[in-house]
């Protein structure tokens, strides 16, 4: 069974720093993309950012260019979120995803995305 767990999130001041953690059981963790995605109210769920199943190429939206840093540690089957200058814009409930399959490419459309974790919370106050 795959599963994925993120975990990290909280409370933090605006400018402040956060690293969410996603560990990853059930699947070979270096042959998957993995993604962050984050969802607040009413809103619909975006990709933040993603990385590949090799060589480690990257994807950030342009929001979080430059702010957050996307890594994998393959050896403890975890994928991080490194996230510096929080703003309450990035607010929101943050969710890690594994594809259905190997891709050599990196997905960033979420229907391409089967497993999820359960979401963590990270809430910037302004």
């Known amino acids: 069974e795959v599963q994925l767990q993120a975990s990290g999130g909280g409370l933090v001041e605006a400018g402040g720093s956060m690293t969410l953690s996603c560990i990853v059981s059930?699947?070979?963790?270096?042959?998957?993309?993995i993604g962050w995605f984050r969802q607040t109210p009413g809103k619909a769920r975006e990709g933040v950012s993603f990385?590949?199943?090799?060589?480690?190429?990257?994807w950030y939206r342009d929001s979080v260019k430059g702010r957050f840093t996307i890594s994998r540690d393959n050896a403890k089957n975890t994928v991080y979120l490194r996230m510096n200058s929080l703003k309450p814009e990035d607010t929101a409930v943050y969710y890690c995803?594994?594809?259905?399959?190997?891709?050599?490419?990196?997905?960033?459309?979420?229907?391409?995305?089967?497993?999820w974790g359960q979401g963590t919370q990270v809430t910037v106050s302004s």
């Open positions: 995803a594994a594809p259905a399959g190997r891709t050599y490419y990196i997905p960033i459309v979420e229907n391409e995305y089967a497993y």
């Open positions: 059930g699947l070979a963790l270096d042959d998957y993309a």
């Open positions: 990385i590949s199943s090799s060589e480690g190429r990257t």
